[in-house]
């Protein structure tokens, strides 16, 4: 086997004197689509935040391709390829959305390769391509939330971490998005670190799973065995 | 009947030369109009720190009237030195203005540095109360470096021949303040519109935590906004000083209440609002002390900001909190 491409090991975040996560161990493989399902306030989007390098961890460690980006600045990071949609799409408002879309690829120099991956994002939501000159504020919230994966796919991730796309969105919309979730994985091989309330469909795209309840890794395994688990039937199924 | 001078706090306002015309004829219209647009120019040339600043991290930036005058005096000591040393008029405008944006921006970036970064994530009070104390302590130590006095402010703009026909409704260095501000407004807009940087602070100003996220350096956008800031005023300290002949330590206080006025009327954090609200400021304070009376001067300004707040808080131009610039 590989070494991972992502690793947290045991890592501890806070928020000033609040600990938030408690000694996380999470490793993602290339290629791999991830899931982290856990209860609201867990610390599933602390967990994302605290790779992006927005709230680095005290103690532990963040791992990325061998090198240690513990305490790497957020820029370096996604320069790094470390891509985050957060939760609530986080679109800039008042940027058109062909801006919006620009600004993913902020650290990029190549005009060439923006324009042609621009296109790209186009024709995986065409909806996006009919408003590219709408403000991002006025859009819908499934639209926003392909929005915020076109933005993200504009820095050419090698992972992609995605925080509760399902959020708010109807059913039809989030079916449409988790599809578009697993062909990014299969056709361009990113890995897709997938944060989910949603933990029935999360789990059906996902290889493997993690379950995290008050800051603690409870559970890790493959997906289909989680799935399978009664404490997770009761807890996150609802079955 | 003379009238206060616009430096000395209580209004007046950069209207030099011939004040007695006829009521109701043209040329005293004009009159109004050009030193309304003047005065305009120059609050909206403060206006947009005041914007641009509360736009990325919203702070009300108190010792943004500081820094106009700091820009002030510094144009002054290099069209002192550069005066003695025989240098042209327009040479002296240009190196004295070029020093003041210079200065002006060092302290802009210096204020945040040691009075607003420390303070990022305290409450938001307390930011608020370190600016106040920045103004407080740059107003003093301008006082104690300088004097107290007013110092005489050389005049830096020359009469074109071609200005003659024009002389009486509007001066040259009213015509320059208000050229230099079109050009200002326009280039910043250019600015922020398609460089990487206005870019990077026009996200930063609507989602500071997802301009992080897609690479922004959050400090560096920071510190370029209070530089830009700090530079637009110092042109604005510079021009205005040249128009009306004098300045004091005192000289930034009113006209950044004003200008501050102009950026709420406006709507905070909003770049065309300062411009508009500027102008519309500069206006109404000019015809209404030319039309009705200039003992209420300073009344007319804030009558407008409260009408605002009552009718319009987020401003003219200002959208809700989640989208401003
Ligand atoms: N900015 C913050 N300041 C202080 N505490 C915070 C902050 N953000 C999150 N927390 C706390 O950290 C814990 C984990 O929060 P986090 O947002 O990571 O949970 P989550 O699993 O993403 O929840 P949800 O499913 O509701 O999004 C919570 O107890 C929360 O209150
Ligand atoms: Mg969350």
Redesign the interface.
Known sequence: MTSPLLELRSIDTYYGNIQALYGVDITVNEGEIITLIGANGAGKSTTLMSI???TPPRRGQVVFQGTDITRT???TI??MGI??V?EGR??????TVS?NL???A??RNDKDGVRQDMERVYQLFPILAERRRQAG?TLSGGEQQMLAIG?ALM?RPKVLLLDEPSMGLAPLVVRQIFDIIKQINKEQGTTIFLVEQNANLALKIGHRGYVMENGVITMADRCEKLLADDSVKKAYLGL | MGRPDWSQGAGGGPFPGIYFKRVGTMDYFLELFFGGLTRGSIYALIALGYTMVYGIIELINFAHGEIYMIGAFTGLIVAGVLGTLGFPMLGILFVALACAVIWSAAYGYTVEKIAYKPLRNAPRLSPLISAIGMSIFLQNYVLLAQTSDFLPFPKLTPDFAFMEPLRSFVSTSELFIIGSTLLVCVALTLFIKYT?LG??M??TA??R?????????VDKVISATFVIGSALAAVGGVLIASHIGQINFYFGFIAGVKAFTAAVLGGIGSVPGAMLGGLILGWTEAFATGYVSSDYEDVFAFALLVLILIFRPEGILG?DS????
């Open positions: 992006c390098g927005v600045p957020a820029e996604v320069a891509c985050q957060p986080l679109i800039f408002p008042g940027l801006e620009d600004m993913g902020f650290l504020g933005r820095a | 990487r870019k990077a026009r996200a609507q989602n935590k997802m301009a992080m996220l897609v690479g922004v350096k959208k989640t989208q401003k610039v």
